[in-house]
């Protein structure tokens, strides 16, 4: 009893020490489960990875305690829990290159920051590149990386082999000519992450809120007021809406209408192997990348479903299509079973970049269009959210992230596929 009290909760090696030698009874609940009050300073709807980062940073960075988030189903229930886990910086684009640059700086303190093990692996990212072209794209690319900070090497293809002797070099269809290195790219745990800055906010004073559907947002005089929830009314001057895949369907609540598209991205895990698969491996042209989950499971996945939908599922012909692209690029993984698939519900923007800024009505913000590259982008995206809704000024590093880009015409289109949703 009185070790608890003296450690207050904390986690560290002697406390792990201590626990096990008194029979592990002193452990209390990462974070406490709060009645919903009246009112608070800001509410933040959404209890994803990027709705308790920024309720981690308006307290940490802004002293902003008085905030709660309110999460519908349980926290780390959505696309935080879904994906597969790939955390990079290597974005082309002036615009995007400097925000998910300053992510990764705050993915490598992060477990530190938080006092949580998050699982953060940098272990290594290769896009694969199987044309003359290709190669080129990527250099440019990689230099742009360099230009921003961050590491990039060019891999010829014996360079490749080195690395990942299990590919099919001479693939008649995409035989592979090389691939573009990002040593400092790679995976974290996605719901260790959610759980981290949820324990973290809690300890900072924020109430996180669970079972608590947000059905209604108050707006007077152009100003919002507040929202109508499952659980009540509650009042807040500040509320942002950061639900990934449910962005329309809450904005329509305070009349807007967004330039979104929900569609479904499937993920698949295989059973547990001995390492084999040291890296993350991304495949352009069949729309594959693969990792090795500290368990020993194959994370893969691929494209999206195609369609426009809220179903958190996906269906077969997109099944069969990513286990075909592995198949072209590592025939060994015909050996292992699948054991489990899920589907994501993603934030498609027609220009693929995201969208964090105010909205037309006073005191609402706005955070989503992630598509599906959001995991990675979680530590910025609460970073520069809180920034927002505390100065009201955009954070330096997503001041390319606009709403009204849509309408002025400075697109962020890193892909450079056109104004289609599902493409990018
Ligand atoms: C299969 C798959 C693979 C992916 N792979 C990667 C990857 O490798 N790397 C990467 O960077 N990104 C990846 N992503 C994308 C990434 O997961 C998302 O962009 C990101 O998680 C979205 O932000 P979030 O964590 O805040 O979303 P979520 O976790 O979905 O959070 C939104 C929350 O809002 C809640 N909500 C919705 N409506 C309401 C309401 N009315 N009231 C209250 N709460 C509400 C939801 O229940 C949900 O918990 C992948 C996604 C999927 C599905």
Redesign the pocket.
Known sequence: MGFKHWNAGGYSGLRVLAEGLLGNKGWTPAWRDPAPKDSYDAVI????????STAYYLAKNHGLTNIAV???????????????????ANYFLPGNSEFYSHSLKLWEGLEQELNYNVMHSQRGLINLFHSDGQRDAFARRGNAMVNQGDDAVLLDRAGVRRMLPYLDFDNARFPIYGGLYHARGG?AR?DAV?WGYARGADRLGVDLIQN????GIDVEGGRVLGVQ?TRGAIKARKVAM?????SG??AA?AGMRLPVESH????FVTEGLKPCIDHVISFGMGHF?ISQSDKGGLVF?GDLDFYASYAQRGNLPMVEHVMEAGMALMPMIGRPKVLRS??????MTPDGSPIIDKTHIDGLFI?CG?????????PA?GWCMAHLMATGESHEVARGFRLNRFETGHLLDEEGTGSQHNLH
């Open positions: 709807i959404g209890g994803g990875g990027h709705g308790l309110l999460e519908k189903g349980y926290l780390g229930g959505g696309n935080v829990g879904r994906n597969t886990t790939i955390v990079r995976t996605h959610a608590c559907e947000v059905t929830t950061i639900v990934a895949g449910r369907q809450v609540m479904i991205l499937q993920a990348y996945g899920w589907g994501g519900i993603m934030d955070d992630w598509n599906y590259g959001g995991f990675k982008a979680v995206s």
